[in-house]
């Protein structure tokens, strides 16, 4: 029984990249939808403010129900949906604009308000939650199959959640927030091992409950007793081991340069030294497990990776969270992760022919490249829901805009009325 459950979630080859982005468009499009209903009917806005009952059903209805049913019973028409979602977003965007007098040209000149980046959180608040619906789905039929993590090469929309995981950590971390720390290197080091001990003991309790309940175990994933809490800790650690030693270093894009210096030198281990062959078959090259470090080679080979990524993340963070004053700095963030997903995207399909395919097992350099191509789109559309509702808040005058964030809706949407009364 525990062998057929095992090949269950095990061999799987994942899905296209189109399709993964679909998912995605599809989800931030109802996000999206949410806020623009809230826009074009006011009383709508009122009523779910006034009934707390009401603004459940219809945040669970259009934020977190059509993820769920995207990820099983209606995961076979994700590009229908993809189209459908759009369609309504720009209907309703159209009748907005069209059926009210706007202020054109007010926009983008006028002061952002807000302290935190809701895009960014609303990033970081989707992928916890699909996170949680694909570990909870993944055990059931209901779940596609190519949706599962991949066993060796591939694209599944549960190796982007991995991914997304990481660099969802590496956006918000101090570095990225320009928090300073004047402890000495050893005091941080100490600090970040005490932060992230919740990490391990996680992960300690996972490898238990799993051993102990005879829940099934995809060795090939990250190894027999490593699991992704030792991987977050462990790229917690060594992140703040290796930081202090970029001050010494000009550089102008310091956390980016180690990310491709990190990500390159993998990727000669993985192709030109027999890293490759030693994550697939083990140091002896016929698959056995003895020793710690073979028994756990996926976790530890894998986290080099992902300590590029979220290297990357950081730096991602830093330049994302750069004051900008006015709406239209805003514009050309839109524009440069518009760029980064097509050279992204380009790259990763040419990795794939000369380098190696995309390997979430391994995180190589096209599993990198194929991730932040994917974080790229999913910034960039949440982005372009920010700077249509601000738009919508102009051109509608007795609407009450909802926050963009799923957090703080209450808080942004005070800030954002003095956003109106600085354009009347």
């Known amino acids: ?29 109802c996000y999206t939808l949410r806020n623009v209903l809230l826009v074009v009917f006011p009383r709508l806005s009122l009523a779910t403010r006034g009934s707390i009952l009401l603004a459940f059903f219809l945040d669970f209805s259009v934020l977190v129900l059509p993820g769920i049913l995207l990820f099983t019973v209606l995961a076979d028409h994700a590009f229908h949906f993809c189209l459908l979602s759009i369609g309504l977003v720009g209907a309703l ?26 895009f960014i959180t609303a990033m970081r608040t989707y992928t916890n939650l699909f996170t949680a619906i694909a570990i909870l789905a993944v055990d059931f039929t209901i779940f596609p199959r190519r949706f599962a993590k991949t066993e060796t090469y591939g694209t599944g929309l549960m190796d982007i959640g991995v991914g997304l995981f990481v660099v969802a950590h590496g956006l918000t971390a ?27 003991v996680l992960g300690c309790v996972r490898l238990a409950s799993v051993k102990l309940t005879g829940y099934q175990e995809h060795v090939t994933e990250y190894g027999v007793h490593w699991n992704f809490f030792f991987t977050i800790a462990f ?10 030693l970029l001050s010494f270093l000009p550089l102008l894009f310091p956390y980016a340069t180690l990310s491709l210096l990190l990500a390159f030198l993998h990727q000669l281990f993985l192709s030109l030294a027999g890293g490759t062959e030693y994550v697939l078959l083990g140091p002896s090259r016929d698959g056995s497990r003895t020793g710690l470090l073979s028994a756990n080679r996926e976790g530890v080979v ?59 097992r391994m995180a190589n350099l096209p599993f990198i490249l194929w991730l932040f191509s994917q974080v790229f ?48």
């Not at 993964?20 to 599809?26: D, E, G, N, P, Q």
């Not at 000495?184 to 970040?192: E, K, L, N, P, S």
């Not at 514009?331 to 995207?345: N, P, R, S, T």
């Not at 964030?405 to 009364?421: C, D, F, I, P, V």
């Open 1 to 29: 029984m525990n062998a057929a459950k095992e090949t269950f979630v095990s061999g799987h080859e994942g899905t296209t990249a189109w399709e993964i982005a679909a998912v995605l468009v599809s989800v931030v499009a």
């Open 93 to 118: 965007a159209v009748f907005s604009i069209w059926s009210t007098p706007g202020k054109p040209g007010c926009v983008g000149s006028v002061t952002y308000p807000l302290a935190k980046l809701p």
């Open 174 to 200: 101090p570095e990225a927030r320009g928090l300073s720390n004047t402890r000495g290197y050893i005091w941080r080091v100490i600090g970040t091992v005490r932060r992230v001990l919740p990490l391990i």
């Open 235 to 244: 790229i917690r650690v060594l992140c703040t081991a290796i930081l202090p």
């Open 302 to 360: 894998s986290s080099i990776g992902y300590l590029a990524v979220y290297m990357a993340g950081i730096q991602l963070g830093q330049w994302l969270f750069k004051k900008r004053k006015t709406v239209s700095k805003f514009y050309h963030v839109a524009l440069f992760l518009g760029v980064g997903v097509v050279l992204l995207w380009t790259l990763t399909s040419v990795c794939e022919v000369y380098v190696q395919p995309v390997s979430r």
């Open 377 to 424: 789109l999913f910034l960039l559309l949440f982005l372009f829901t920010d700077l249509l509702l601000l738009k919508l808040w102009h051109t509608v005058p007795s609407s009450s805009l909802p926050s963009p964030s799923l957090h703080h809706r209450q808080q942004q949407t005070h800030h954002l009325s003095s956003l109106r009364g600085v354009c009347h």
